[in-house]
């Protein structure tokens, strides 16, 4: 087993693995359902041309998450940074 850091002890850790010479901890990701409100709240951005970024930080999720379901509903958040 590897040495762990006091990172590694206090955070729910899932998977420990090797990189190179040093550990890093995995940590589980917690699934959040999209609400309406979350929708309703990305879909009003995205009309009002909002950077993506700024959208999933106002919404707390990633960029990734937020242009996922963006695409998943058909908005186009393609053209912002």
Known sequence: MPPQSSDAR??????VFRLGESYMAKRDSKRRA???AD???????ARNKMPARKIARSLKRS???TRQKAFS???SLDSRG
């Open 63 to 65: 960029e990734g998450a």
């Open 10 to 15: 206090c955070c729910k850790v899932k998977h």
């Open 73 to 75: 509903l058909g908005l």
């Open 34 to 36: 999209w609400t309406s």
């Open 39 to 45: 929708v309703r709240e990305l879909k009003s951005a």
